[in-house]
């Protein structure tokens, strides 16, 4: 899953937070007013959340994933969102802090959800493959452990896997592909001849 925040880069991130933490030690932090400024764009407030309650939502977020990585990717994606969209946040319906929580915990477990339907790649899938293409005689042939499968799918590149896990699981056509991916339709249908003539033979 590609990153997005208007180029929330995780480097620039940890800096402001570093800089924040020292202050937050010092002083109560109030989160309204620190979604507020989010709101107005401001970065710095975002690292001083961050500061303040960094090693709580990593936590948060490494028990629903329960890997170290994808905890810091949730961290990372979920801050993204709440300077997004700090704006929507509405006093009235909840506190500021629970706020801040909610929007790790549904993007820790949007994230698990993913790698769920991505590992559930199997039998099903690959003959699926083998049909659709029609240039093996016996779909059975296809079968192939999935976390093998799920190998295959890490290594390529994100728009060609997407393009793959688009057209097989979702079944989308080649021209909802290339809309969704913002590239020509000719591409999207050699990314997913390619690769599929990759994953065979790898396979033989």
Known sequence: MPHQGAGFKKAEFHSRA???????????????????ECASGSR??????????????????HRIV????????VIHDAFAQILRYAKNFDPARGS??????????????????????ELALGEDTLNAICEREQTVPNPASC???????????DQLEPNRRASLLLAIIDGRTHE??????????????AWIRRELMAMRRRRE
Do not use: C, H
């Not at 192939?144 to 799918?153: F, Q």
């Not at 909802?176 to 249908?189: C, D, F, H, N, R």
């Open 18 to 36: 570093a800089q924040a933490d020292t202050n937050l030690k010092r002083e109560a932090l109030n989160y309204e007013r620190a979604l507020l």
């Open 44 to 61: 710095s407030a975002v690292g001083k959340v961050y500061a303040r309650e960094k090693d709580q939502l990593r936590a948060v977020a």
């Open 66 to 73: 329960r890997d170290k990585s994808r905890a810091e990717d």
């Open 96 to 117: 500021a802090r629970g706020w801040i929580y909610a929007i790790v915990r549904n993007t820790a477990f949007k994230m698990q959800e993913n790698a769920r339907r």
């Open 143 to 153: 079968i192939l452990d999935s976390m093998a499968l799920r190998t295959m799918l």
């Open 176 to 189: 909802e592909i290339a809309e969704y991916l913002q590239v020509p339709v000719g591409t999207v249908k």
